[in-house]
């Protein structure tokens, strides 16, 4: 039998602490319908024996408090809300007891912007984390040593789990389920949860916002003229020439500040101005992709497709009002 220690840390969302502790004691009772022991001990734990979320909404009550576990094989680090510093700073009380279960062989699965604290630990140093789309800028900025991954909604490495993007959580846990027990509990989880066994990918949800915290004024100019003209046909070299810099320290410099590349860059606002103009459903697809710049139609439905796993039709069918 594993034990589960579900983490009751401040700021974090009472929605996945309950579904953390609702899933895994569910597959318990999936086993005994099959004549099968309990796979799961599921344990709130928290630094005190009552924590309150939501301003004092509400309170949950810890099964027990670290100091009470000597021994755990699973950590959750539920979904983190508000502000990340602060966050981090109000459960340090925790960090050691992570650390030590951590050496002493246990799995940390850590929910969406759980991520914040987790990488404040240090476990996440050179390896890699999943985070929500609309935190990553900010992630990068305060944890440089750890690698963002944005083609996937979940990483598997050295015994840490993470996962990107809200309710993403829920395949996570359903990730780990099939790890401990197999693909058939996985699949059965998935069927009485109702959770898409099948998502693998941020990229339908994203919506591109570049990273602008970073204090280099060239590219922060460089970066508000393309974004301002997302149908004007444009290469490297002409954004080069507009504001008057080399193209080699340019593209350096473009990339350290904001990630992309300029023609990556380029490329992500011409798909965010096509996706909104999808969304209205006002004008055809190919009306759409002209107005990007494009005359190539199957050359942008590839770009499309690269930053949002999704063909424009499909994008629209999808996110049509």
Aim: overall charge neutral.
């Amino acid at each position: 039998m594993k034990h589960v220690s579900i983490l009751s840390l401040y700021d974090a969302t009472l929605t996945s602490i309950d579904s953390s502790h609702q899933l895994f004691n569910r597959v318990n009772d999936f086993m005994r319908y099959q004549g099968k022991p309990s796979f799961y001990e599921v344990e709130i734990v928290g630094v005190s024996k009552s924590v309150e979320f939501g301003n004092g909404l509400y309170t949950i009550r810890a099964d027990k408090t670290i100091g009470e576990v000597k021994k755990t094989d699973v950590i959750v680090i539920p979904l983190l809300c508000g502000d990340f510093v602060k966050a981090i700073a109000k459960n340090d009380a925790y960090t050691e007891w992570i650390l030590s279960q951590y050496r002493n062989g246990a799995e940390i699965v850590c929910l969406c912007v759980g991520s914040f604290y987790l990488a404040s630990t240090g476990l996440l140093d050179d390896g890699k984390c999943a985070v929500h789309w609309a935190a990553t800028n900010e992630f990068k900025a305060m944890f440089p040593a750890v690698k963002v991954i944005d083609d996937s909604i979940i990483t598997d490495e050295k015994g840490i789990y993470t996962c990107g993007g809200g309710y993403t959580y829920l395949n996570l846990l359903l990730y780990i389920l099939e790890k401990h027990l197999g693909k058939e509990i996985s699949i059965l989880a998935s069927k009485m949860f109702e959770i898409d066994i099948e998502r693998k990918s941020q990229n339908p949800f994203i919506i591109f916002m570049g990273q602008k915290r970073h204090g280099d004024e060239l590219v922060l100019e460089s970066q508000e003229y393309i974004e301002n003209n997302p149908g004007m046909v444009f290469s490297v070299d002409e954004v080069c020439g507009r504001f008057s810099v080399g193209r080699r320290t340019f593209e350096r410099r473009f990339k350290k500040s904001t990630g992309n590349s300029v023609a990556e860059y380029i490329q992500r606002v011409k798909v965010e101005f096509a996706k909104k103009h999808l969304e209205a459903g006002k004008k055809t697809v190919n009306e759409i992709i002209y107005e990007t710049g494009y005359n190539d139609i199957n050359a942008f439905r590839k770009v499309f497709r690269k930053f949002t796993d999704l063909s424009p039709i499909d994008y629209r069918k999808k996110y049509a009002g």
